[in-house]
C-alpha cells in the first residue's frame, strides 16, 4: 500500500482513494490511528454516494469519533448505506429504532431492518432479533423464534448469543427443532 498515492488520488477527488484513506484512518492501518483525519476523508467520500463511507460517517457520528456525538447525523448516514444493502448500517438502524436514538422508538421498524441485517447474518442482527422475540417487542413473544435467530448468531461465534442462549434457556428448543 502506497499511503502517499493514495493520498494524491483522495485530495484529486477520487471517492474509492477517500474511502480507503478513511478507513485506514479509523483502523490505523498503515497510519496513526486519526478520527478526525477519517472524517474529513469519510465525508468526501459520502458525499460523493459510496455505500462504505456513508455507514463509516454513521458511525463516526454514533460514537463520537472525530466528530462530535449526533445521533440524528448518525441516523441520516446510516439510512443512506442501508437502503444500498449494506448490512452493518441496517443493524444500527435497527438498534436506532429499538431504543429511540436519533429517531422516534418504532418496534416495527426495528423489526423490517434487523430482519433484513440478519438474513444478511449479521449476528448482532440475529441477537437483536432474538431479544425482540424474547420481549414481544414489536413482534409476538416466542422464545422458538428466539432460539432461531439466536442459534444462527452462536454459529457465527457470538459470544453474547451463547449467553443468551443459556440465560434464557434457549437450547430446549433448538434441540426439539431437530427430533
Known amino acids: 500500500m502506497n499511503i502517499k498515492k493514495l493520498i494524491e488520488n483522495a485530495e484529486a477527488g477520487d471517492m474509492k482513494a477517500q474511502s480507503s484513506l478513511a478507513y485506514f484512518y479509523i483502523e490505523g492501518d498503515g497510519v496513526p490511528q486519526d478520527y478526525e483525519k477519517a472524517f474529513y476523508w469519510v465525508t468526501k467520500a459520502a458525499a460523493q454516494g459510496c455505500i462504505y463511507s456513508e455507514y463509516n460517517l454513521g458511525y ?102 451463547a449467553e443468551m442462549m443459556d440465560e434464557y434457556e434457549l437450547w430446549d428448543y433448538i434441540y426439539m427443532q431437530k427430533i
Open 60 to 161: 463516526l457520528h454514533w460514537s463520537g469519533k472525530g466528530t462530535s456525538q449526533d445521533y440524528e447525523k448518525a441516523f441520516f448516514w446510516f439510512s443512506l448505506a442501508a437502503e444500498k444493502g449494506h448490512a452493518k448500517a441496517q443493524n444500527y438502524l435497527g438498534a436506532m429504532y429499538s431504543s429511540g436514538r436519533g429517531v422516534d422508538e418504532n418496534f416495527e421498524e426495528a423489526y423490517i431492518w434487523l430482519s433484513i441485517a440478519a438474513k444478511q447474518n449479521h449476528p448482532n442482527a440475529q441477537c437483536r432479533l432474538a431479544l425482540m422475540y424474547i420481549n414481544g417487542n414489536g413482534v409476538p413473544e416466542s422464545l422458538s423464534q428466539a432460539a432461531h435467530w439466536a442459534n444462527l448468531a452462536y454459529k457465527q461465534g457470538s459470544e453474547f448469543a
